[in-house]
């Protein structure tokens, strides 16, 4: 899901951007510190919308900088579990598929691809024993978030699964809620 969140920090100005307006300079030094942050509390930080409120500045002795409290409104990604999202297959693997959802990136375990007993082929491509379901690289597909893991905040761990009704390629979802031949609609 995303979100705006409002945070409030002290932010260091170094004495090259004391030639800038304070916001300006603080904005400056606000992306360079939050661009990509990652936190279990926050999720992953997207942009910095804006600034909404800036203290008088304080130079440190000794450091020569200026430090301002700030309040800014961050535009911020944080996938919940049971959360419905839509993404890209972007790679595959004997093991399953990698999707993107947004800025992140999620697997889909070979068993939460499908409903059916599924095979990986050398051409990157899984395939439904049954049914006969394919699911490549570039598909469009629309999953739940059934594990999230900050264990490595450098790296968190999202896992999906695309085995439920209204899940999985669009293409099947299409199919899962079209009319059956003689069901009398």
């Known amino acids: 899901m995303f979100y705006k969140t409002l945070i409030q920090d002290h932010i260091r100005v170094p004495p090259k951007l004391f030639n800038k307006p304070v916001k300006e300079a603080l904005l400056e030094q606000i992306k360079t510190l939050y661009d990509g942050f990652i936190s279990k509390d926050v999720g992953v930080v997207i942009d910095v919308l804006s600034i909404e409120s800036v203290s008088e500045g304080i130079i440190v002795?000794?450091?020569g900088a200026a430090y301002y409290e700030s309040t800014f409104l961050l535009l911020t990604f944080k996938p919940e579990l049971q959360e419905v999202v839509n993404g890209q297959i972007?790679?595959?693997?004997?093991?399953?598929a990698f999707i993107t959802?947004?800025?992140?990136?999620?697997?889909v375990h070979i068993s939460q691809t499908m409903d059916d007993f599924v095979s990986f082929s050398k051409d990157k491509v899984l395939m439904g024993k049954e049914s006969k379901k394919t699911l490549k690289i570039g598909d469009k597909c629309r999953a739940r978030i059934i594990a999230v893991s900050y264990k490595d905040i450098t790296n968190p761990?999202?896992?999906?699964?695309?085995?439920?009704?209204?899940?999985?390629?669009?293409?099947?979802?299409?199919?899962?809620?079209?009319?059956?031949?003689?069901?009398?609609?």
């Open 90 to 96: 972007k790679d595959m693997a004997d093991f399953g």
């Open 157 to 185: 761990k999202f896992g999906v699964t695309m085995r439920q009704k209204g899940l999985g390629r669009f293409e099947w979802i299409k199919e899962d809620f079209a009319p059956k031949k003689g069901d009398g609609k």
């Open 101 to 107: 959802l947004g800025p992140i990136e999620g697997m």
């Open 61 to 63: 002795p000794g450091d």
